[in-house]
């Protein structure tokens, strides 16, 4: 298993990245004190492939998600979701908020010489 904290995950290599998410899964089936065979049959793979996620080796993203399930671990997927079109604004919306934000700074020394000017 794996026991190094990455805080760069886009400097780590695939080989890398793969072996963490297989250690992921074998850590929460460990937990779950769930055995290969278990979680293999209840996720419709054989056991020789959750083995290959377990240590990095290459599956199909089909595959983890039928494990993560099995294990209740979809909630990491969150990480994945895209946020709803309706929630971003649009570029007509944009504009018009920009056109009612503030083009000019006026300086506040122009003001206050104005008001103390002596007229004679």
Known sequence: MINIS??????????????????????????????????????GISRSTLSLLERGETVTVST???VLRILDLLHIMEAFKVPDQLQEISPIAYAKLQKNKRQRA???NNDSTKNNEVSW
């Open 106 to 108: 006026r300086s506040k």
């Open 64 to 66: 983890l998600i039928q």
């Open 6 to 43: 990455y805080n760069n995950w886009s400097s780590m290599s695939d080989t890398a990245l793969s072996e963490t998410i297989g250690a992921f899964v074998k850590q929460h089936r460990l937990q779950q004190n769930k055995t290969q065979k278990e979680v293999s049959k209840a996720a």
